[in-house]
């Protein structure tokens, strides 16, 4: 299993920016597809992004296409969230995710991204 520690939410105002951080450690990290969820009160976890192993491919939820990337550094073990334009409805606490393709998934603690004025 992976071991996921994640940082850098916090309280934003709208349109600024936050950039979210997940460092990984107990496991090759290459072998993992990572992703992004998050989930506001009352709401479902929902998926907000995912990349490949290798970094070469990316998909987004359609709220968040053309603000967030998604970027990781596999010689860091380290997977980031780049979120810009933030709006109030992407309040939620932020959850790193690790899968390895099959049966095997790990999470993060979450982090808190607060976007109000």
């Known amino acids: 299993q992976v071991h996921l520690v994640e940082s850098g939410g916090g309280l934003v105002q709208p349109g600024g920016s936050l950039r979210l951080s997940c460092v990984a450690s107990g496991s090759d990290f290459t072998i993992w597809y990572m992703a992004w969820y998050r989930q506001g009160t009352g709401n479902k976890r929902e998926l907000v992004a995912q990349?490949?192993?290798?970094?070469?491919?990316?998909n987004y939820v359609d709220t968040v296409k053309g603000r967030f990337t998604i970027s990781r550094d596999n010689a860091k073990n380290t997977v980031y969230l780049q979120m810009n334009s933030l709006k109030s409805d992407d309040t939620a606490v932020y959850y790193c995710?690790?899968?390895?393709?099959?049966?095997?998934?790990?999470w993060g603690q979450g982090t808190q991204v607060t976007v109000s004025s």
């Open positions: 990349i490949t192993p290798s970094g070469g491919s990316t």
């Open positions: 995710n690790a899968w390895n393709g099959g049966a095997l998934s790990s």
